[in-house]
């Protein structure tokens, strides 16, 4: 029976609003976040370990009201730094959300719209659409944001701490205006506590805000995680004491020092023809991601054109992906040496695979060889731009000083990046 089944349009409609109510019972909570989704104060400010479930929980709080007929005239912009990188969190956690509330059937309720990306309630008509702040592009097209029906009432910045706090004013600015009654505005924001020196802390931790609600959760209250993601933590706090304190424990990180910290994320022209050289470099992973890069190199300057992460996938399948992906075939591929077997596999599939000269000392080299380089990153490489913002050096437990040696992290994207690099590196003895 389709939803505008013989009552005509208007009757269909309150039949499926009567319907969709009555699923909102199934929906599962962290009881945690209760406080949080009441509030209708200006912003929220989530902070939290990773896995708490914050993202969930702000997910379905949303779609929840935005089915809820009495927030009709409501919208909701979906904000990360990066515009792509909406692809592949928050929009699948949306239809996450949608699926808890509404069953195999929450297609009924809510339709989603790839290109550009947006989705809309078809009770309420309430829309959500994706935005980035990553460039003056993406800025202006937030401010001339505009939606079929009603005003932007609600934006929810994912990872914030990536967002700038100039970034965070252009979005305060767009909620202004009067509302029909009922409405309010508000922004929520989502992130892991990356660093003290981060302006949100100042903004809203160090100067308690009356219009902000602020809480703090952790994965140990999040009922929904498993043991096995218990033990990886209590792993990462023997292994990784920095990382445990924000990813852990949801504290404040200290203020590290980043191993790359001059990089840009921008888009450029990917035409091979523009670049002295284009390389690809493949870090090999099964429980780690495997990661493939497409790197060029032109005046100095590195490029990391395309990236292909993958997790869980044995090599015949990784290669099939990449494949299916269209990574080319023509280019030489620096690999990790320590494999050779895979490197065989892909040698045997027609990719100029070969392992990279790996000596004392080469890590540094490498890593050192790109801070002395201009390095541009296309912005549809979000985990090699995740890892990097995580890529700090090692600090001595005991002083505190500066060690010579990135803090374990992930770095498989990153890994790819310094292969890729390496015979250029290295210098024109090596052949080509
Ligand atoms: N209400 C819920 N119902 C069912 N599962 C949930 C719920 N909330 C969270 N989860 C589970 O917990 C996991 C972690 O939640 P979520 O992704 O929201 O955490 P997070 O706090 O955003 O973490 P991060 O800081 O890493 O982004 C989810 O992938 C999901 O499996
Ligand atoms: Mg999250």
Known sequence: MGWDGPGGKAGGREKLARELEAATGRVRWVEGFREVNASTKRYRVLMGSAGSGKSMNVAQDLIGKLSNPKFAGANLLVVRKLEEANRASTLPQLIQAAKAFYGSEWHRAWSVRREPLAMTCRVTGCQILFAGMNDLRQREKIKS?????????????????ELSEADFDILDDRLRGVLPRGLYYQITLTFNPVSASHWLKSRFFDHPDPAALVHRSNYRDNPFMDAAYHRRMEMRKKRDPEGYRVYGLGEWGGTEKMVLPHYQVRAFDRDRERFDRVVLGQDFGFNHANAI???????????????????????????????????????????????????????AAGFRARPVKKGAGSVLAQLDYLRGRELVIHPQCVHLIRELAGYVWKKDPLTGALLDEPAPAPDDAIAALRYAVDEVRRGPNFTF
């Open 145 to 161: 944001v505009a939606f079929e029906r009603g005003k932007l009432t609600f934006i929810w910045v994912e990872e914030a701490t």
């Open 293 to 347: 890069l497409e790197v060029g190199m032109k005046d100095g300057g590195v490029y990391v054109m395309r990236e292909l992460v993958l997790r869980g996938l044995d090599t015949a399948a990784i290669i099939e992906r990449a494949t299916a992906a269209g990574v080319p075939k023509d280019l030489a591929m620096i690999c990790d040496s320590a494999e050779p077997d895979r490197i065989a596999s892909w040698r």
